[in-house]
C-alpha cells in the first residue's frame, strides 16, 4: 500500500516545497489557504480512494461526481478555516484536477510497467 501512496507522496511534497521554502509570510492565514488550494488535487484522489475502500458500494461512474463534490466541500472548508475560500466553481474544478492527476498517474504507471501477457 505504501508504495501506491508513494507518487502522491512525492507530488505532495513537490507542490508544498515553495510554501515550505519561503521566508517568513506576512500573512499566515493566506499561507495556510493557499496551501489547502495547492494540496487539493493532490488529497482528492486520497479522499476517494478512502470512499473506495469505506464504502464498497460506491459505483465506478459516481467517482467523479463524488471528487467534484469532495473538491467543494475542501473548498469550503478552507473558507471556514482561514476566510480565504474561492467559490464552488473552483472547488468543483480542483475536484476534476485531482481526477486528472490520478489519471495521469494511472497512465504513467501503465506506460512504465507493461502488463504481464
Known amino acids: 500500500m505504501i508504495r501506491k501512496l508513494l507518487p502522491l507522496l512525492v507530488l505532495t511534497l513537490v507542490c508544498a516545497a515553495p510554501v515550505l521554502a519561503a521566508d517568513a509570510p506576512p500573512d499566515a492565514n493566506a499561507t ?26 460506491i459505483p465506478s461512474a459516481l467517482l467523479p461526481i463524488l471528487a467534484t463534490a469532495l473538491g467543494v466541500a475542501l473548498d469550503y472548508v478552507n473558507q ?21 492527476l490520478r489519471e495521469i498517474l494511472d497512465q504513467t504507471k501503465k506506460a512504465v510497467v507493461p502488463p504481464d501477457a
Open 32 to 57: 495556510l489557504a493557499q496551501a489547502i488550494t495547492v494540496l487539493t488535487p493532490v488529497l482528492i484522489p486520497v479522499l476517494v480512494w478512502g470512499a473506495k475502500k469505506g464504502f464498497t458500494s
Open 80 to 100: 471556514l478555516v482561514t476566510g480565504g475560500g474561492h467559490g464552488v466553481v473552483v472547488g468543483a474544478l480542483l475536484g476534476m484536477g485531482g481526477v486528472g
